[in-house]
Structures are given as structure tokens and as C-alpha cells.
């Protein structure tokens, strides 16, 4: 700095907090290694001691240890037991419809009119002829009887016998068709009034009243049509790896067959997350298919509410081990490391250890841990995200609530 400029100068100014005191230092004037060491000294608010944190808080508990069930899951659909597809049995105009459209029907409701006039004028018609073929008829054999006790005084020749004979034969075969077209006459009569071969739910009426319909003679006319839904079919496909799993169990004594064993099964309809239906076993197919190499086999549900109809589809499960004792532990508590499974297990000094697990199936909404636990290890079920592997932790005990699906009570 030239010493006759004449501009004051004015050293930088440091501000510093201590507390709630706010100093302020001017050097003026100082040489700059003054300067900085007045700086150094000034801001030096560094000297205090950081305080280490706990270790993180955990959730822990132990497997719970059950006896358990493996099951095979499969997607099926439902089939109705009985369907059927109500037409008209003879021809004529509809008079009235019976029923409402998607209504539940029971067998022998009256569904459809059809005109049944007609058919009452040939009925009316038939009886007039069944009387006259039985008037003949009796005639006939009052004619027979006398030539009987004529032919014995050779007043009437056996010729004469034979023919009354046969008069009476043919009057009497008379008398039969007769019977018959009154017969046809009267089911055409019952057939006009179509009713409900089964019970179950009516479809929509497909004809309206004043509208033509043919019947059987000429291609009967689609009226409507009807489902069984109580009890209901479900059909899935086995694949064949688990239908020779399911074999070797059956040979070994570890698991019925359902070809003659009605073994339990369990639905659960989409949108469900766990099962809601119970069923049985009811029929499996007697070769694989050709084409996909899989066991077309079928369970009966009940449907007591009617609410699954035919054409759904669900998951359904049956038993596919004999039970076994097993470790269990909520899906929560197992984390994924590329391909592997792992679970956090807290060890005696606190540290975090991780264990590679082979899952199974769930069971009440806990996984079965088939390797990689032991009855008393505590594996974290809460707070995974603070748990690292080798580093301490602060465990603790997760409460008994007598829920399984938590895993809160080993």
C-alpha cells in the first residue's frame, strides 16, 4: 500500500455466535498472517464434542411353530351342473311369458304360454274317436258271442266265427290308436304351458308374447335357458409334475387320492385375498391332455348365497403334503438380495446378522420357512430399514397378541 494514498483502510469483519453473544472483530491496519490468524481464533465454534446416537430400535420376534399343510393352487372356472336350454315342443303363438328375466326359477314353474287351443279342438277330437273305436269294440264282441253259441247248432259256419272274430280285433286295435292320438293330443295341451326342467337361474326371455314359435317337428325355437348354481362345478388343470408328486404321496400312505378320496378344497374369487369357499373333490380326468400335458380335474362348491355363477374364475386349493412341523414368520420380515431370500436375525450382542432362507408356501398368512431358521432365533419383523448388517441394533420383543398373521406370538 502506498503510504501517502490517503484512503483509510478497513480490515474485513468477522462475526461469530457464541450463545446468544454476537462478537465482532475489526483489524485494521494488520498484517494479513495477524489477519488470519484472528480469523481462526474467531470462528473456531468446532471445539465441542459430537454425541454418538443410539442404535437404531427394532422390532423383533421368534418363528412361530406349527404343524402345517402344504396346498397345491391352481386357476379354474366355474361350471354349472345342470344347464339347460328351455324350446318350445310344439308350434304356436305365445301367449304369456311367466317369469322375470334372470329371476331364480324352481323346477315346474311355468315359464311360456303357448296358445293351447289347438290343441285342446285335436284332444276334443281324439276322445270322440277313442269312443267310437270302443263303441265298435263292443258291438264286435256281442257279434263274436252270439256266433259262438250259434256255431255249436251249425247255425252259423265257422267262416262266420273267424270273420266276426277278426272284426273284433280290429276293432280293438281301432280302440288303441285312438287312445294314442288322445294321448299326443293331451301332452301337446301340457306342452303349450313350458316349464322349468330344473331349478336354477332363467336367462332373459328370448321370445315375446304374440310372436311364432316352432316346435320340435320343425326345429324348436330357443325360449330361454337355465343354470344350476347349488351347488356348483370348478374345474382346473394339474399340471404333471404335481400330479406325480400328488402319486408318489398317494403310494407312500402320506396323502389320499382324489380319485377315490373326496379331499377338501379352498376357493378364493377375484378380488379376494383369502379363501372363502370350501369344497371337495369330485372327479379327475383318466389321461393327460395332449396338448398341454396337464390333468382336467373338478371340485364341487357349495353356493349356498348364489353369488358365484357360472363362467367365474378363482384360485382353488387342495392339500399337497402330508402335515409336517413348521417354522413360520410374517412376509414383512423377508427381504430380497437379487436372487436370494434373507431374513435379519438379531444375534445375543445385539448385531445384525443376515440369513439366506428357503421359502414355502404361506399358511394363515405366515410364510413357511422351510431352511435357514431355528426355533429360537429373533428375526426382525419391524424396522428393517435401520437394520445393517454387522452394526448394533436395540431389539425389542414384539407384543403377543394371539394374532398369527402378525407373528407377534412365537
Known sequence: MDVADTTEYRAPAIWRD????????RCGGAPIGMLLALAL?????????????PPPPVTVSQP?????TDWDEFTGRFE??????VRARVGGFIDR????????VKAGDLLYVIDPRPFEAVALEAEGQLADARAKGELAKRDLDRALSLVQSSAVSEQSVDQRRQALQAARAAETRAKGA?????????FSHVTAPIAGRVSRRLVTPGNLVQGSEGGATLLTSIVSLDPIYMYFDVDEATYQRNSKLWFEGKRPSSRDTSNPVQVTLSGETKPSHDGKMDFLDNRLDDSTAT?????IIPNKDLSILPGQFGRVRIIGSAPYEALLIPDTAIATDQSRKIVFVVKEDNSVEARSV???????GLRVIREGLKAEDHVIVDGLQRARVGAKVTPTMATPTGDKATGATP
Open 358 to 364: 428357503v421359502l414355502g408356501p404361506l399358511d394363515e
Open 80 to 85: 354349472a351342473i345342470e344347464e339347460v336350454q
Open 295 to 299: 390333468l382336467r380335474s373338478r371340485a
Open 18 to 25: 457464541r450463545g446468544s453473544l454476537r462478537y465482532f472483530a
Open 64 to 68: 412361530v411353530k406349527r404343524t402345517v
Open 97 to 104: 311369458v311367466a317369469f322375470k328375466d334372470g329371476a331364480i
Open 182 to 190: 288322445l294321448r299326443v293330443a293331451q301332452l301337446n295341451i301340457e
Open 41 to 53: 481464533v474467531g470462528c473456531d465454534d468446532k471445539g465441542q464434542s459430537q454425541v454418538t446416537p
